[in-house]
T-cell receptor
Framework: EPEVTQTPSHQVTQMGQEVILRCVPI?????FYWYRQILGQKVEFLVS????????KSEIFDDQFSVERPDGSNFTLKIRSTKLEDSAMYFC??????????FGPGTRLTVL | AQTVTQSQPEMSVQEAETVTLSCTYD???????LFWYKQPPSRQMILVIR??????QNATENRFSVNFQKAAKSFSLKISDSQLGDAAMYFC???????????FGSGTKLNVKP
């Protein structure tokens, strides 16, 4: 069964460093998303991406964040200068339809 | 604005018994989709069940079923014959038809006692 994959599973970084979180969506899906979940809190929407551009972003998704689909398979989330409060679980999701999303296993980001 | 509320932060159920998790939502839309996701300690989000708002029939997936009350904006999850492997966080989620952002509730932690 096709699935969304994410790498790395755990990323530890120093405050101020750049990180890139990688995702490989399901191959025939067209819509891609990033969510984050701070420990003990609800899952929050960050950004959605379709047709090589951002279709929507939340207020969390400020200038420190960017997304890219550099080739036909990967979908990346970049945080330019990480802050302590960026520590969270980051989930990638993809959708072939607008009403169902398949989530990857997540990347746990720890900012020290 | 759409909001999803799960009023039970934590619940417990005896193995083989039935438990119901509550979820309410707020929307002015008539077409939308509702989901229950399970998040075990590994923290992966696993789709349990989905419900289309235009369908009157409640969705069922094996031991999992929902009670969808559109007028009341209520979407509860019933787990029958609970198993130890059902222990997890359960999140209710909403997405508007033809709109691609998910709104999640705060989650309910389900404990299953042997």
């Amino acid at each position: 069964e096709p699935e969304v994959t994410q790498t790395p599973s755990h990323q530890v970084t120093q405050m101020g460093q750049e990180v890139i979180l990688r995702c490989v969506p399901i191959s025939n899906h067209l819509y891609f998303y990033w969510y984050r979940q701070i420990l003990g809190q609800k899952v929050e929407f960050l950004v959605s991406f379709y047709n090589n551009e951002i279709s929507e972003k939340s207020e969390i998704f400020d200038d420190q964040f960017s997304v890219e689909r550099p080739d036909g398979s990967n979908f990346t989330l970049k945080i330019r200068s990480t802050k302590l409060e960026d520590s969270a679980m980051y989930f990638c999701a993809s959708s072939g339809y607008l009403n169902e999303q398949f989530f990857g296993p997540g990347t746990r980001l720890t900012v020290l | 604005a759409q909001t999803v509320t799960q009023s039970q932060p934590e619940m417990s159920v005896q193995e083989a018994e039935t438990v119901t998790l509550s979820c309410t939502y707020d929307t002015s839309e008539s077409d939308y989709y509702l989901f229950w996701y399970k998040q075990p300690p590994s923290r992966q989000m696993i789709l349990v069940i989905r419900q289309e708002a235009y369908k009157q029939q409640n969705a069922t997936e094996n031991r999992f079923s929902v009670n969808f009350q559109k007028a009341a904006k209520s979407f509860s999850l019933k787990i029958s014959d609970s198993q130890l492997g059902d222990a997890a966080m359960y999140f209710c989620a909403y997405t508007r038809y033809n709109f691609n952002k998910f709104y999640f509730g705060s989650g309910t932690k389900l404990n299953v006692k042997p």
